[in-house]
């Protein structure tokens, strides 16, 4: 009586699972990079739209306005030829205007550490009465429930409608307001808060002479 004999597996070679793993490998790479090629003018075109959107609520009554770019120390429009979404083309200054194509006031992009990320916001500035005049908030990772108040609480937002920037805006807890220039902090959200008056401090910090400057030479300060 025979008996069966049983032929062991035999492994697959190194080469044959390196070769394996790199053609997956290749086709997961192509994969990625089809999908970031096809979303990335997407993510940029809705990036630029609500853009666009934040500029007309941080300046009331804005009409149109001109992206503005530093050069030499002065803000200027763009050149002719040169684009948004540019590589090097990102204006962080934007003139607004109303109806009659007078100026009526600057939008500021900037960026400030919160408690979980980045805050990154716009506010509106009024050269001529030296206050913000605006404030919103483009993106922010913070603490659902807590630190995401800074762009539902509405008390909160109401800060920014008329806000001095001078000697420097400072946050105060809920109730303490006592100056033009001081923010009502959200109670259990004062990281953020602050973060948020940072963003702003910043941001006047950097384009306040240029914005001065830009005004003067459109005739609209006193």
Known sequence: MSTAQT???????????????????????VVLVGSFIFTQPIILANKAKALSAAIYKVLPGCAEYKSLLLTNGVLEPLPEG??????????????????????????????????????AGIFGYD????????????????????GD???????????????????????VKKGEKE??????????????SKAVVRLLNKGMGQWEEAMKAYAESQGDTE
């Open 179 to 192: 100056n033009p220039y001081e923010v009502e902090a959200i109670t259990g959200a004062t990281i953020s």
């Open 82 to 119: 040169v684009e948004l979404g540019q590589e090097g083309v990102n204006p962080e200054v934007f003139a607004g205007f109303d109806k009659e194509g007078k100026l009526i006031g600057f939008a500021v992009t900037t960026e400030e550490p919160g408690f979980q990320d980045i805050i």
């Open 127 to 146: 050269p001529v009465k030296g206050e913000i005049i605006g404030l919103e908030i483009l993106d922010s990772k913070e603490t659902p429930g807590l």
């Open 149 to 171: 108040k800074i762009l539902k609480d509405a008390d909160f937002r109401k800060n920014f409608q008329a806000l001095a920037t001078h000697p420097e805006i400072k946050a």
């Open 7 to 29: 032929i062991p597996e035999k492994e697959p070679s190194s080469f044959r699972l390196i070769a394996t793993l790199g053609v997956a490998g290749f086709f997961s790479g």
